[in-house]
């Protein structure tokens, strides 16, 4: 595995940058295999890369039809919710590409079929995920070319936070968490295993409030304590950086 630190001069160019790597990584792996796999996060750099890929003179490049669209992580509301993931993936980039809507695997709402219970909600994503579980790893989910996540402020990545279960789960690739310090306090997240299957890891983060934990997760951390420490990819790790939140780098 490569790990990979690249900085960029502001949030505008990291976002573009990453969108234009996202749409040559996807047209590569469609060139190798005829489809492609992403998995998506939230906050605002990871809706920021999508808008940028929807505003690219590339974007065709892409054949949006064959990309297989998953969650790292979910905050636990009901359907159509501003401020679920899905809702505002679908705002930036989803709802402006032709993709295969039998391809697109959101994590369950809180008003659908689980009702309140986000644990079930989890169960059922990690059987989606293992109906199309690839050979290439010995964890049950599908083959991830790019599994895209955002870094929080005490180094929580997708809705991993800090000396917590949910951070330290080992057999389980999807759980329900509860009582996060970043509302909503209810969500659905991909555990580090899960994460780990990834071909590639790509976390995106700017601003100086997350030059620590930056700092601490490339200075060996661990990941119960950083729980972006731990998020690596089979083939690559790659952190996309603004300079504010490389500051704090050697
Ligand atoms: O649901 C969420 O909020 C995200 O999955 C979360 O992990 C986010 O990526 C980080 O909190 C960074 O968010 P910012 O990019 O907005 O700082």
């Known amino acids: 595995m490569t790990q990979q630190v690249l900085v960029h001069r502001g949030a505008e160019v990291l976002a573009a940058a990453a969108a234009a790597r996202l749409i040559t990584r996807i047209a590569d792996a469609q060139?190798?295999?005829?489809?492609?796999?992403v998995v998506l996060t939230g906050g605002r750099t990871g809706i920021g890369v999508l808008e940028q890929v929807r505003r690219s003179p590339a974007l065709d490049a892409v054949?949006?039809?064959?990309?297989?669209?998953y969650w790292g992580d979910e905050r636990f509301l009901p359907s159509?919710?501003?401020?679920?993931?899905?809702?505002?993936?679908?705002?930036?980039?989803?709802?402006?590409?032709?993709?295969?809507?039998?391809r697109v695997h959101p994590m369950a709402p809180s008003d659908g079929k689980f009702g309140q219970d986000a644990d079930a909600a989890a169960a059922h994503y990690a059987e989606v995920l293992a109906a199309t579980a690839a050979a290439e790893t010995d964890i049950a989910v599908p083959h991830f070319d790019v599994l895209m996540l955002g870094v929080g402020e005490e180094g929580h990545t997708a809705?991993?936070?800090?000396?917590?279960?949910?951070?330290?789960?080992?057999?389980?690739?999807?759980?329900?968490?509860?009582?996060?310090?970043?509302?909503?306090?209810t969500r659905i997240s991909l555990t580090l295993p899960a994460i780990r299957a990834a071909s590639e890891v790509w976390l995106m983060t700017t601003g100086k409030a997350k030059a620590e934990p930056i700092a601490a997760a490339l200075g060996g951390a661990k990941p119960v304590d950083i729980p972006a420490a731990g998020a690596t990819g089979r083939e690559r790790t790659l952190w996309l950086l603004d300079t504010d939140a490389a500051s704090d780098l050697p």
């Open 159 to 185: 809705s991993l936070f800090p000396e917590t279960p949910y951070v330290a789960e080992e057999s389980k690739t999807v759980v329900g968490v509860h009582d996060c310090p970043k509302p909503p306090p």
């Open 63 to 69: 054949d949006w039809s064959a990309v297989d669209v």
């Open 80 to 102: 159509g919710d501003p401020e679920r993931n899905e809702t505002q993936a679908r705002q930036a980039l989803l709802d402006h590409v032709e993709l295969d809507p039998n």
């Open 31 to 37: 060139a190798a295999r005829g489809s492609a796999s």
